[in-house]
């Protein structure tokens, strides 16, 4: 089992960046996808950004041109680098891994950013 600790979350001004970190640890010998999701409030989770182990990215479109999905395979670590926030990226910013070889998902507790005026 993977486990999943993000850090990073907070309130920040519309136009201001954040940069959110994850790190796993437990089986992580199979991690393959690694990523960022989003529930903002009343609403479903969300894809943000997703990386493979080779550094391949997917983005939601909207947060294109504005956030930044990093990955390091040595720390196990997974950053996202949020320029540009908009009140509409207010949510729980959560971290997700992904067995390369069975697709079973893992979830961090989430962190909240929440963007004011």
């Known amino acids: 089992q993977v486990q999943l600790v993000e850090s990073g979350g907070g309130l920040v001004q519309a136009g201001e960046s954040l940069r959110l970190s994850c790190t796993a640890s437990?089986?992580?010998?199979?991690?393959?996808?690694m990523g960022w999701y989003r529930q903002p409030p009343g609403k479903q989770r969300e894809l943000v950004a997703t990386?493979?182990?080779?550094?391949?990215?997917n983005y939601a479109d909207s947060v294109k041109g504005r956030f930044t999905i990093s990955r390091n395979n040595p720390k196990n670590t997974v950053a996202l680098q949020m320029n540009s926030l908009k009140l509409e990226d207010t949510a729980v910013y959560y971290c997700?891994?992904?067995?390369?070889?069975?697709?079973?998902?893992?979830w961090g507790k989430g962190t909240l950013v929440t963007v004011s005026i």
């Open positions: 997700n891994s992904r067995d390369y070889y069975t697709g079973v998902d893992s």
């Open positions: 437990g089986r992580i010998g199979n991690i393959g996808l």
């Open positions: 990386i493979t182990g080779g550094g391949r990215t």
